[in-house]
Structure formats: structure tokens, C-alpha cells
């Protein structure tokens, strides 16, 4: 019996188990998953209808936590934004430091709205650092030019950055992580999903 129990100890060790255990558990999450589909909640008697995403507070949430359509949609409404006061700033010939006043206080708070909890890809990151820097040239006056063999000179993103007091998206988002992640351990449910297992039937997705 002892005997057993050592190899048995031993053989929950070895990658092979460990890989079966892993692939077991996947299977029953999105089993789980598949059977929450299906689930019809009722208010008085009357079904709500099940929808892939929606609007709450003006973030849109989606069935498999992908923050896809808000950052798209945050960037969307900060280009909008910034059509208009960017234009309106250069015209009466404001200086960088009211321009990146009115960036901070206005475009960053529109671009970055709800990043506390995105769990958005490298790729979407990508595309809001690459809004912010060619707003923070736009202000700065350091634009891409063409060099007289043809080619173009790029200005550092890091002395345009400087200039403007700006600092990386993924700098600021990581702020606001963490002022929301210190608020957040003080409550019961977060340490609740701190001890729980992850429902996400794919390793490779980020969940928050």
C-alpha cells in the first residue's frame, strides 16, 4: 500500500500527468462554458436575451473578456476628440505645455477610459501608443520629414515624449492598475478570484 502510494505521488509529478491533468481540466471548462450558453435568466417571468457584448457604463463588455471593440472604440472617440481641439489649439497658436495640459486632461481621459481592467493584446496596446505618439509630435512640432536622399527621419519617440511630459500608454495604463488594484485587495471577492482556477479554456488568453 505504501508502495502505491509512492508511485502514485511520483506519477502525478511526471509531465505526462501533469498534461493530462491540464488537458482534463480544459475539457471540463469549456464544457462548463458551453452549458452557461444554453443558461436562460428571467426577470418576472420575461427571458432575457443572450448577446455576445454589450454596453454597461459606457465600457463594452464581451462573452470571452476580449476588449477588442472598447479600445477600438475608445481610440475611435479620441481621434474624434482630437480633430477638433488639436486643430483649435494650433490655430491660436498655443504653446506645448497648454496643448499637452488639454491632451492629458481630455483626450488621455477618453483614450484610456476602463484600461484599469482591459486585458487588451500587445497588438491593441500597439495601436493606442502609436495614437499617442503621433499626438504628442503633432504637439511638439517633431513630425516625420523627408531627408534630402529620400528618405525620412523619424524624431525619438522618447525626446518627443520628454518634451511633451508624456510618458509610454503601457506606463500610464499600468498606473491605473494599480490604483485599482490596491482599492481592490482590500475586498473579500478579490482574494475569492485570487484562490479560484481559471475558466478560460485557452492558456494564451489574458483574463481579468
Known amino acids: 500500500g505504501l508502495s502505491g502510494f509512492l508511485v502514485g505521488a511520483e506519477h502525478q509529478k511526471s509531465p505526462d500527468c501533469r498534461k493530462w491533468t491540464r488537458n482534463r481540466v480544459r475539457s471540463q471548462n ?22 455576445q457584448e454589450f454596453r454597461y457604463l459606457g465600457r463594452i463588455l464581451e462573452r470571452h473578456d476580449n476588449d477588442t471593440p472598447t479600445v477600438e472604440r475608445n481610440l475611435k ?43 487588451a493584446t500587445d497588438a491593441q496596446l500597439q495601436k ?8 504628442a509630435r503633432y504637439m511638439t512640432g517633431h513630425h516625420v520629414k523627408q531627408l534630402e536622399d529620400g528618405t525620412y527621419g523619424y524624431p525619438s519617440t522618447e525626446e518627443t515624449y ?34 479560484s482556477s481559471p475558466l478560460s479554456s485557452n492558456v494564451n488568453q489574458r483574463v481579468w
Not at 30 to 51: L, M, P, S, Y
Request: proline share 1%; hydrophobic share 40%; with cysteine.
Open 162 to 195: 520628454r518634451i511633451a511630459g508624456l510618458v509610454p500608454i503601457t506606463k500610464s495604463i499600468q498606473r491605473r492598475k494599480e490604483r485599482i488594484r490596491k482599492f481592490a485587495e482590500t475586498r473579500a471577492i478579490y482574494r475569492r478570484c485570487v484562490r
Open 77 to 119: 472617440r479620441a481621434r474624434m476628440t482630437w480633430g477638433r481641439i488639436g486643430k483649435l489649439l494650433m490655430r491660436k497658436g498655443s504653446k506645448v505645455k497648454t496643448m499637452v495640459s488639454f491632451y492629458k486632461a481630455i483626450i488621455e481621459s477618453v483614450l484610456l477610459d476602463g484600461s484599469e481592467s482591459w486585458t
Open 128 to 135: 493606442v501608443e502609436n495614437f499617442q505618439r503621433r499626438c
Open 30 to 51: 469549456r464544457k462548463q462554458q458551453q452549458q452557461a450558453e444554453h443558461v436562460v435568466f428571467t426577470v418576472n417571468g420575461v427571458a432575457i436575451e443572450n448577446v
